[in-house]
């Protein structure tokens, strides 16, 4: 699968860990940046990963940023973006299967890299069930 992926300067750790993770598995990764610790405007990163979701030059995006929320509300205003921020497993499974979430969102001050890879996996792994939830899932792009 074809992943892009982003950070703010305080994910770049978790991002620099996920991306080893991501190849390691065998997907082709993205690095839509930051590359420092340097302090960046997370917005950036998040609508560079977003537009390129959107229009379907890969399959799916993950971006990190300190608590996960800055990143899941700017990627939310990509028309054709459906980003959940996953505190675990369960909710990286159900955003899969029911909201059909193609950019992952993780807050590194709340998911250690060991959690974060189980829940990249996890999600990675999940497919949309459609059925009753593709009705809703239409209504996003309206």
Not at 4 to 21: E, Q, T
Not at 27 to 54: M, N, W
Not at 78 to 105: I, P
Request: positive net charge; proline residues 2%.
């Amino acid at each position: 699968m074809k992943i892009a992926i982003g950070s703010d300067h305080r994910g770049i750790n978790l991002k620099k860990a996920l991306i080893l993770y991501l190849q390691k598995n065998g997907h082709q990764v993205e690095d839509f940046g930051t590359y420092s610790p340097e302090s960046c405007d997370y917005p950036q990163i998040a609508l560079k990963v977003g537009r390129t979701v959107a229009k379907k030059k890969v399959e799916r995006g993950i971006l990190i940023c300190g608590s996960g929320l800055g990143m899941t509300m700017a990627a939310g205003t990509v028309k054709g973006v459906r980003a959940a921020n996953c505190l675990n497993l369960s909710l990286a499974r159900f955003s899969r299967e029911h909201n059909d979430a193609n950019v992952l969102v993780l807050g590194a001050m709340y998911v250690g890299q060991n959690l974060a890879k189980r829940i990249a996996g996890e999600w990675l792994k999940t497919p949309f069930s459609g059925k009753r939830h593709l009705r809703r899932i239409k209504m996003f792009s309206k």
